[in-house]
């Protein structure tokens, strides 16, 4: 999942819906160290996103969209 495309349902069932709001409302992200800034995110609910196999793109990324159509890289 990347956070910079997710939807709302997608990112709650990894941190909640509140928390996953915030996600929303902060974006776009360029880097890890962005979440930071994002209200009740800190290193561990950052690492727990990492192992849950979330991902940040730059918006604009040719991969993203791709990824959203399902289709192969």
Not at 3 to 30: F, Q
């Amino acid at each position: 999942m990347d956070l910079n495309t997710a939807s709302v349902e997608s990112m709650a069932k990894l941190v909640g819906l509140d928390r996953a709001y915030d996600l929303l409302l902060w974006r776009p992200y360029l880097d890890w160290s962005e979440l930071g800034a994002v209200p009740g995110f800190g290193p561990a609910l950052i690492a727990k996103l990492k192992t849950a196999g979330a991902r940040i793109k730059l918006p604009g990324d040719p991969r993203t969209f791709c990824d959203q159509l399902n289709l192969p890289r």
